[in-house]
């Protein structure tokens, strides 16, 4: 398994695409491993994990450190005629190319330069390394001899050899041109392209050459001759990491869509240009602020576009084809090979510990994988095998749990066991691995939080699909954290802003909206019970009807049929839908007091002397929330105040001069109306002389 952060992001994965289903046994639950996501994500040995869900026999790489010198990044690989691997590194300490044969790796040559981004040989097997400078080197026993300077060019970040294997296309930056360099080091600029950065180069069987660009735009051309050239295709991305041709005149094309993935090369041109044309130190090997989404295109013979296979997880970083066509892909995050097939089913090929797969080759003679960060060489040693592993990802049960009855869908000789623990990642903590388990047999791995499957296919046909892991956790109790009663004549919401002055009253309704949290910890669906108490009553009242089964955190409550006064509500939160009658829990909570009030405040005494209007109004709850008048009929309120001068209590006298409205003549009709704090309205009309 991956360490450190990158452990953590499967855990992270196991909980996302892992949650657990829950079954049809009270409290059980499981985990179903049923897609290339949740199969992914483990350790795979000789094992590939398919887009159909299906493990079977996969490749089975050997693991070589490359020398502490050498770097700690593989930015190209050159396959050899005899089999030997030549390797581009990059920073730190990068800028070699190393020689791996017989399952040795050694240092065979060092530019000086930041980094070496791509790695050709001609005709006469005379090797040649681009580097992040301006310059591209031959390499030969031993030695390195600069074979041209590029003038007007920042970096070299694309080399390959042209049809007679006579001359060499680089692809430069940051000025996007394509230079033709002859074997005995003579330049000149065979194509210039519209955008800064040309990363990619393959040669078609016709002679053409196809260059990949970078930086605004991602582009594919196909130049058939000096300065004659014309755009294949035009991506939605801004990144074409790698091309490469396949048979029957296909063109393969790895790109990206985040440009913030610029190729380490890219970000070391970009380090010289504001560092005086100096070769400034290579660009960290830390993660990606932007991991990206990687595409894989496939072209025809016809130039028609064909898109094969994508992940908006991460970015893709290298490309072969192999004989057949096949084509493979290594990622720029999780250290993964990718390979589809023409039907466009996925399959998962290898899962290494590194954080990117730099480098790929798919051969007769070699077949290999190169990880960076740290920089490792892993060599094809065959497809599945008798150690042919596969191990999934850490499952989290969220408490510990205990495990049930494994099954699985299968083929062929398979091997399934378990272990468990309860830590996040595997440790010295966690139980054995136990003894093969029986299909449908109970897993023998103790309680714990985590459980693991491994699964052996100790033969070329095996296969397996369908994982389904049960587990039932520790029964934990709900506890009910709050409890909230909201009418809907409430006069506002925000607990920041004050309420607003004058509005006109909300209309009065007798439903109280309840609503409440919960903290469940181990997810159990739960049963809500609600009653009320009048206060200064001992008994509680139930709210809800006894068969009513209450799943949702809130209650619409109509106190319609209830005297007014204050109330108290308490909720109780059961599991007793998820688990046996032994092991229910329970918890309640009660309320702070609510105000059930449906009747309107009523008059002791009213009267006109005058224009003076003198009156006292109470209200069985209260507060007195609003005292207006209208004139002869219009349905135009005026507030008015209490003799006071605030509506702060039940009872409330008014003693107010209606001259400024009523004017010193009359007759008049003045209607009288007061609202509580509910919404209840009382209205009584006056005749004014």
């Known amino acids: 398994m991956r360490s450190g952060a990158s452990h953590v992001c499967a855990i992270a994965l196991a909980c996302a695409c892992l949650v657990p289903v829950r079954a049809q046994a009270v409290g059980t639950r499981t985990f179903e491993l049923d897609s290339l996501e949740k199969l992914s994500g483990g350790e795979l040995h000789g094992v590939s994990v398919g887009s159909d869900g299906v493990v079977r026999a996969g490749w089975t790489l050997s693991n070589l450190a490359l020398p502490a010198d050498a770097g700690t990044t593989v930015t190209c690989a050159l396959a050899m005629p005899d089999g030997a691997v030549l390797l581009g590194t990059g920073p730190a300490s990068g800028g070699k190319v190393v020689r791996v044969a017989n399952d040795r790796a050694t240092v065979i040559a060092d530019t000086k330069e930041s980094a070496v981004s791509a790695l050709a040989a001609d005709r006469a097997g005379v090797v040649y390394a681009a580097t992040t400078g301006n310059k591209i080197y031959r390499v030969a026993a031993g030695r390195v001899d600069v074979l041209a300077t590029l003038p007007d060019v920042d970096s070299v970040l694309a080399l390959t050899v042209d049809k007679g294997g006579q001359a060499l296309f680089a692809g430069t930056g940051s000025d996007g041109k394509v230079v033709r360099i002859t074997t005995g080091g003579v330049s000149s600029v065979y194509f210039d392209t519209a955008a800064p950065f040309v990363v990619s180069l393959a040669v078609a069987e016709d002679g053409a050459v196809y260059a990949g660009t970078s930086g605004g735009k991602g582009l594919i051309y196909r130049i058939t001759a000096p300065g004659r050239g014309a755009v294949l295709y035009d991506f939605p991305a801004s990144d074409v ?110 899962d290494t510990t590194e954080r990117q797969i730099g480098a790929l080759g798919v051969g007769a003679r070699s077949g290999f994988a190169v990880g960076s960060d740290p920089a490792v060489f892993h060599r094809i040693l065959s497809i599945g095998g008798p150690e042919a592993v596969w191990t999934s990802k850490p499952l989290d049960a969220g408490l510990r749990a205990r495990f049930g009855h494994l099954t699985w869908r299968g083929t062929g000789a398979l091997e399934v066991s378990t272990r468990s623990g309860d830590t996040q990642t595997p440790d010295a903590t966690w139980s054995p691995w136990s003894a093969p388990v029986d299909q449908g047999g109970t897993a023998p791995s103790p309680s714990g939080r985590f459980i693991q499957v491994r699964a052996r296919l100790t033969d070329a046909t095996a296969t397996l699909a369908d994982v389904v892991v049960p587990f039932v956790t520790e029964n934990l109790r709900a506890v009910v954290t709050e409890v909230a009663a909201k009418s809907a004549t409430s006069p506002h919401d925000s607990k920041e802003a004050l309420p607003q002055s004058g509005s006109e009253m909300p209309k009065h309704d007798s439903v109280v909206h309840l609503a409440w949290k919960v903290e469940n910890p181990d997810n159990d669906e739960l049963r809500y019970r609600v009653q009320f108490q009048h206060e200064g009553q001992a008994r509680w009242v139930d709210a809800t009807r006894p068969d009513d089964v209450l799943t949702k955190p809130e209650l619409e409550w109509d106190t319609a049929a209830l005297p007014e006064g204050k109330y108290r509500l308490r909720v109780d939160a059961s599991d007793e839908m998820a688990n046996p009658p032994g092991a229910v829990t329970h918890n309640a909570l009660v309320s702070a007091p609510v105000v059930v009030d449906n009747t309107p405040p009523i008059f002791k005494s009213i009267a006109m002397q005058g224009r003076r209007l003198r009156a006292e109004v109470v209200d069985g709850v209260g507060p007195i929330a609003r ?45 009288l109306r007061v609202f509580d704090a509910a919404g209840n309205p009382v209205v009584r009309d006056l005749e004014v002389p």
């Open 241 to 350: 990491r790698a091309l490469a041709t396949g048979p029957n005149r296909a063109l393969y094309a790895v790109v990206n869509e985040e440009s913030g993935n610029a190729s380490e090369a890219q970000e070391a041109a970009a380090a010289r240009r504001t560092s005086g044309g100096r070769t400034a130190p290579g660009p960290t090997s830390g993660p990606r602020s932007k991991p990206g989404k990687g595409s894989l295109w496939r072209f025809d013979a016809s130039g028609r576009p064909e898109r094969m296979m994508h992940h908006d997880e991460f970015h893709y970083e290298s490309l072969t084809v192999d004989a057949q066509g096949r084509p493979y892909v290594g990622t720029g995050a999780e250290g993964r090979v990718y390979t589809v097939d023409d039907t466009h089913a996925v399959a998962l090929m290898a």
């Open 627 to 671: 005292i207006e008048i209208a004139v002869d009929g219009h349905l135009e309120w005026h507030p008015l105040a209490p003799a006071d001068g605030i509506l702060d209590s039940a009872d409330e006298t008014i003693d107010v001069d209606l001259t400024p409205l009523l004017g010193p003549t009359g007759p008049h009709i003045v209607a």
